[in-house]
């Protein structure tokens, strides 16, 4: 069992909604970054996702694109966040960690090498919003090798027919696209989103988590019975950059964020 | 593996989850479509009547006394709208239209596409988003005015290079929100299967033709072909009816901007690597750390950092070359095919033309006087320069240009 399972697994037994949360690797810099995950895993925060930024990022809205160009300029590269885990792990963050990226970064790496070195690094789940099912074969063969990171699927509202296919080999937690498009719109879920939640719930024994758009607890509060989970990256973003990325900033605003989350739930 | 999608290694679909089933639903209509015998009828009622095909296979005499070989122009720049874009644009609105969509966007560069796409939408009465780069619609104000005059909504793209690439990554992000009323005119041969292959297809009529008109002319199939490759949509036009034909030589010419060894060039096959873009796998300009890298083009049309899967293929199976010309060979080239045979080319079809007449050169060297003059070669004159005139004067006033 990795992180990411432990984690789920332990969340069930206390009846505990997650909180998952998003932010750009190298904003503004990787030495913040690091403090910002120990922050994170302060404030009760269930994962983080850590994206990985990328100059082309299509599946992303204006607050990560700008967060993503602005990392890379900062001279954010791959080789060094693995490294800034690497020492985050070695100072004790025990939190599951995500990351999400864009596959020419995978494959620019090198798909062996890239696995092999998320391994090494305390990667435990990978999010790749460009890689569907029918293309993920390349990448499977070495995740299935180490079986230490997993690759979260991606579900959307219109996947229909889709789902019981991008559920039957998934591990960790299934991560629901709130809406059609990008990230960091606002809360307008899809109009179909109960009956998708629920044809999701029916297909698989994992947790379901919602992201795209939320940015308050308030925000699912009406689909509490559908989701098992929350996550919010745009708006934690735009929050830490009005606040100079400041860790407590962090750290407040996902202890809020979880006590509210599993409040609302009782 | 997703075979169906692939050239070899290149092509593929990587998209968001959420496209998967708007290109399978894609895939479907386009397949019973291209069977349909109605479809089809009116497809090339529109090509001959609005957009005034065939377009001729010019033999280009003076030229080609001049540098000894016989070359032909296949004339693009004689469609409705300037360009070859327009044969591709029919074909997918016709498509929209049949699939019940009422709105279409579509991503330009140097803005040909887009005045296509704007004139199929004008033409069939649909709605119409043109996503263009800022720095491209300071270059291209002419084409800009254009989309607007034919009803047009033109989107200026603010994000990474303000070029054809971010113009591109945000018609993907729109259609992904909007994929359930609109249809995504893509306009290269480039994006997540199937749309090289529906590109391909509906730009083939360029080879189709001309393969006919030469053998018409000269009684034989030519020994070379030859197109600018940018995404490479009228490059595989050109190529696509002679691929089979084993003798024929297939060069595509890519833009070398200021040379390929400054680093400031288009040319994703001669110094790129493989990688995935727009939702497909192929040779694309990235820097080491795997991020895409600028194009430098004086040519709009050609300043894109990857390149369409197919050519991907066809250069890694050595079916066909692909060579580079810089921005001042292609620009010495169009003011060549100016002056000798009264003909203004567009600035990505001026690539083309000069590496056709560095070839004829090459040849006349290497073969003697006499037999080169009896090879055929057919260069695809992809678009007219009416648009180019304002970088064409900037270039000549030594002014240098714009990126």
């Known amino acids: 069992m990795n992180r990411i399972e432990e984690r789920m697994k332990q969340l069930r037994e206390k009846k505990e909604k997650a909180f998952i949360t998003y932010i750009t690797a190298g904003l503004p810099d990787l030495a913040a970054t690091k403090e910002l995950l120990l922050a994170q895993e302060r404030g009760g925060a269930d994962v983080v996702e850590l994206g990985i930024p990328f100059s082309d990022p299509i599946a992303d809205g204006p607050v990560i694109q700008e967060a993503s160009y602005r990392a890379i300029s900062n001279g954010a590269t791959v080789k060094g966040i693995f490294s800034m885990l690497e020492e985050a792990r070695a100072e004790g963050l025990s939190l599951p960690i995500v990351f999400m990226l864009y596959y020419n970064t995978v494959l620019h790496y090198g798909v062996e090498a890239f696995v092999k070195r998320c391994g090494e690094a305390g990667v435990d789940g990978l999010i790749i919003p460009d890689l569907p099912y029918e293309e993920q074969e390349e990448i499977r063969q070495f995740l299935d090798v180490t079986e230490q990171t997993i690759l979260i699927p991606l579900v959307s509202p219109v996947s229909g027919e889709r789902i019981p296919m991008l559920l039957e080999q998934a591990r960790g937690f299934v991560y629901c696209v709130s809406s059609m498009g990008v990230t960091g719109q606002s809360a307008d879920f899809h109009k179909e989103v109960e009956p998708y939640l629920r044809t999701v719930k029916d297909a698989t024994e994992l947790p379901v988590m919602m992201g795209f758009g939320i940015r308050t607890a308030a925000d699912v509060k009406p689909l509490q019975n559908l989701i098992d989970g929350a996550i919010v990256g745009s708006h934690l973003i735009r929050l830490l950059d009005e606040n100079d990325f400041a860790p407590q900033i962090a750290e407040d605003y996902c202890r809020e964020f979880k006590r509210a989350l599993n409040q609302s739930s009782l | ?403």
């Open chain 2, 1 to 403: 593996m997703n075979q169906k999608a692939y050239y070899g290694a290149f092509g593929g679909q990587y998209v968001a989850e959420s496209l998967m089933n708007t290109l399978d639903e894609l895939d479907r209509a386009y397949e019973q479509a291209v069977r349909d015998p109605a479809f089809l009828k009116q497809y090339h009622y529109y090509l001959k009547q609005y957009v005034g095909r065939e377009t001729p296979l010019y033999f280009a005499e003076r030229l080609s006394e001049k540098y000894g070989m016989k070359l032909y122009f296949k004339r693009e720049d004689l469609n409705h709208t300037g360009a070859h874009k327009i044969n591709n644009v029919i074909g997918q609105i016709l498509l929209a239209k049949r699939m019940g969509k009422k709105k279409v966007i579509a991503e330009t560069g140097a803005g040909q596409h887009g005045v296509a796409t704007a004139t199929g939408a004008a033409l069939f009465d649909m709605e119409c988003t043109i996503f263009m780069g800022e720095e491209d619609i300071k270059r291209q104000a002419l084409n800009v005015m254009r989309m607007e005059m034919l009803g047009a909504t033109v989107v200026s793209v603010r994000s990474g290079s303000n070029t054809l690439k971010d113009a591109t990554n945000e018609a993907i992000r729109t259609w992904a929100k909007t994929a359930e009323d609109t249809f995504y005119v893509i306009g290269s041969a480039v994006g997540p299967y199937p749309y090289p292959k529906i590109v391909k297809e509906f730009q083939s009529v360029i080879s189709r033709e001309a393969k006919r008109q030469i053998v018409e002319a000269e009684g034989r199939l030519p020994d070379v072909v030859m197109a600018c490759v940018g995404g490479g949509s009228n490059a595989i036009g050109m190529f696509a009816e002679f691929i089979g034909e084993e003798d024929v030589k297939l060069i595509g010419v890519e833009a070398g901007g200021k040379g390929i060894e400054t680093g400031e060039h288009a040319s994703a096959m001669a110094k790129g690597t493989p990688g995935v873009l727009h939702g497909m796998r192929s040779y694309l300009l990235q820097d080491e750390d795997g991020n895409i890298q600028l194009a430098h083009s004086i040519s709009a049309g050609l300043d894109y950092p990857g390149v369409g899967p197919e050519h991907s293929y066809l250069r890694d199976c050595g079916r066909a070359e692909y060579v580079t010309v810089t921005d001042v060979e292609a620009m010495d080239a169009l003011m060549e095919l100016c002056r000798v045979e009264g003909i203004i080319p567009a600035i990505e079809s001026a690539h083309a033309v000069a590496y056709a007449l560095k070839y004829a050169s090459g040849q006349r060297e290497k073969l003697g006087a006499q037999k080169a003059a009896q090879q055929v070669m057919v260069i695809c004159l992809s678009g007219r320069g009416d648009k180019d005139v304002n970088t064409i004067s900037d270039y000549l006033a030594g002014k240098g240009y714009l990126n």
